[in-house]
């Protein structure tokens, strides 16, 4: 089974998440950037699900950090104050506003995931 990393410091989010992409995906979560980055050199993701304002390290950090090693696996940005606007920082694959009916969030990641996968969503 693939795995799908969420890095949100709000356990609503998280629990909502793993409701949602449970039997789907092994959902396995962070509280914030510095734990992200242990569990996804631990486990290699195929999908990581993250917010933008966490404490330690936040989203942006984190990405940062990613763009260092030259990760390849797609990020999907997730928050409830969206950056200003551009071109999302790299690695990520794609930024969605959070929402409780996951649309936009299933549509970033069918967006972002091979056509060969789609029950992933």
């Not at 969420?6 to 949602?20: F, G, K, Q, S």
């Not at 790299?90 to 506003?97: F, K, M, N, R």
Request: net charge negative.
């Amino acid at each position: 089974m693939a795995t799908l990393l969420v890095i949100d410091d709000d356990p609503a989010w998280r629990n909502l998440y793993r409701l949602e992409f449970e039997g789907k995906w092994d959902v396995v979560e962070a509280r914030d950037g510095v734990e992200g980055l242990v569990l996804f050199d631990a486990l290699a993701p195929d999908l990581v699900i993250l917010d933008l304002h966490m404490p330690r390290m936040d989203g942006l950090a984190f990405l940062a950090e990613l763009s260092l090693r030259g990760s390849t696996v797609p990020v999907i940005l997730c928050t409830g104050v969206l950056p200003q606007a551009g071109p999302p920082p790299s690695p990520c694959a794609g930024i969605v506003e959070k929402s409780p009916n996951l649309r936009e969030l299933r549509s970033a990641i069918r967006a972002v995931l091979s056509p060969d996968a789609p029950h992933f969503v």
